[in-house]
Structure formats: C-alpha cells, structure tokens
T-cell receptor, first 109, second 112 residues
Framework: QKEVEQNSGPLSVPEGAIASLNCTYS??????FFWYRQYSGKSPELIMS????GDKEDGRFTAQLNKASQYVSLLIRDSQPSDSATYLC?????????FGAGTRLTVKP | DGGITQSPKYLFRKEGQNVTLSCEQN?????MYWYRQDPGQGLRLIYY???????QKGDIAEGYSVSREKKESFPLTVTSAQKNPTAFYLC???????????FGSGTRLTVV
C-alpha cells in the first residue's frame, strides 16, 4: 500500500509567523510532489509542485524535498489569516497520484 | 475561461436509487479522475481515464460506474450497490505526465 502521511493538526500559528507543514511517503519510486490548499467546503487548489531534491520558492511559499528521507515539506512565511485551510500533500509515481489526509492550519490574527 | 465544471453542487439520493454526477472540462486534458473525500480522510480514487472509451478502477470502485465517450466528459454513476455514498465527490483532470491536477468544485452527495 502506497502511503502518504501528514500530521492532521490542527496547527495553529500567529499572524506573521512561519507555518511548517510536513509529509512523508512510502513509495520510493515517486517522482512528482505537490501541495494543495483546500478551504472548508471547497475543492483543492494546487499551490506548489516540486520534482527534485532541495527547495523551491514561490512568493511566501517554499516547498522542500528530500527523496532519501522520503520527506516533503511546505513552509509558509508571514502567515496570514487567509492561509487558514487544510493543506494536502500529494505524491505521484507514473500517473498514480496519492493524497495525504491533510493538515489543518489556523492562522490567528 | 478553461476549467472543470461539476454538477450538481448538492445531490440527495434515496435508498436504492442510482444517481449520476456530471464532470465536464474544456482544458483539453487527456486524463480525468473521480475522487471521494470523507471528513478527516484523504482523497480516495474511484475511477480514472487516460483516453476516450477507456477507464480503470481505482482503490474504491465498487458501487460506482463511469463512462468516457467524449474527451471533455467523465460522468460518475453512484449505484444502489454503494452502501455508504454520503461524501464529497471531486472530479479532476490533468495532462498526462503528471504536472498536477485541476479539480472541479465538487458535488456533495447525501443519502436521505
């Protein structure tokens, strides 16, 4: 069974802080890694993708990938209340996409 | 604007009834997917299709059926054999080669 594990949270951070979201996966053949944001009652929205080891930055978001440790993370700098949502980690191996259960993030003003 | 349209947004099913959820995309994506989401759980794959007139079962296909007669359309039927259908259903599409999925707005199905 190919697993994607996330801490379900809730993770609570004050406005302006850095939020750190973590994800581990079991399939060593995984090639593509994604972070989706899902607001309550809405569908997931792709916010970051990463395909090679290291860091990838996009605005306030940084995705980090360590394939040796089978670990991917998402950092959100200068967190805003509008970042409050559930963040889903997704891992793909040759068009077989697996999703984690998500981490619920709350940013308090 | 390109995107995926799911309808209806809310659907109520009576016991023993089949219902069909619509999914249409105008992104020219080859692959389409149906997921089910239950509270506190990740997305679970029901069916997927990579080309017209072909589709494959996902992890939880029992009690569901699909068709892919057109590239743009991938309807999902929830049959009476699905004993616990209350959930949030999400349709997605992608370009083959996995550069992330685009999701529709979802259909919330409730058994009454």
């Amino acid at each position: 069974q190919k697993e994607v594990e996330q801490n379900s949270g809730p993770l609570s951070v004050p406005e302006g802080a850095i939020a750190s979201l973590n994800c581990t996966y079991s399939d060593r053949g995984s090639q593509s890694f994604f972070w989706y944001r899902q607001y309550s009652g809405k569908s997931p929205e792709l916010i970051m993708s990463i395909y090679s080891n290291g860091d990838k930055e996009d605005g306030r978001f940084t995705a980090q990938l360590n394939k040796a440790s089978q670990y991917v993370s998402l950092l959100i700098r200068d967190s805003q209340p509008s970042d409050s949502a559930t963040y889903l980690c997704a891992v793909d191996n040759n068009n077989d996409m697996r999703f984690g259960a998500g981490t619920r993030l709350t940013v308090k003003p | 604007d390109g995107g995926i349209t799911q309808s209806p947004k809310y659907l109520f099913r009576k016991e023993g009834q089949n219902v069909t959820l619509s999914c249409e995309q105008n992104l020219n994506h080859d692959a389409m997917y149906w997921y089910r989401q239950d509270p506190g759980q990740g997305l679970r794959l029901i069916y997927y299709s990579q080309i017209v007139n072909d589709f494959q079962k996902g992890d939880i296909a029992e009690g569901y059926s699909v068709s892919r007669e057109k590239k743009e359309s991938f309807p999902l039927t929830v049959t009476s054999a699905q004993k616990n259908p209350t959930a949030f259903y999400l349709c997605a599409s992608s370009i083959l080669g996995a550069r992330g999925y685009t999701f529709g707005s979802g259909t919330r199905l409730t058994v009454v």
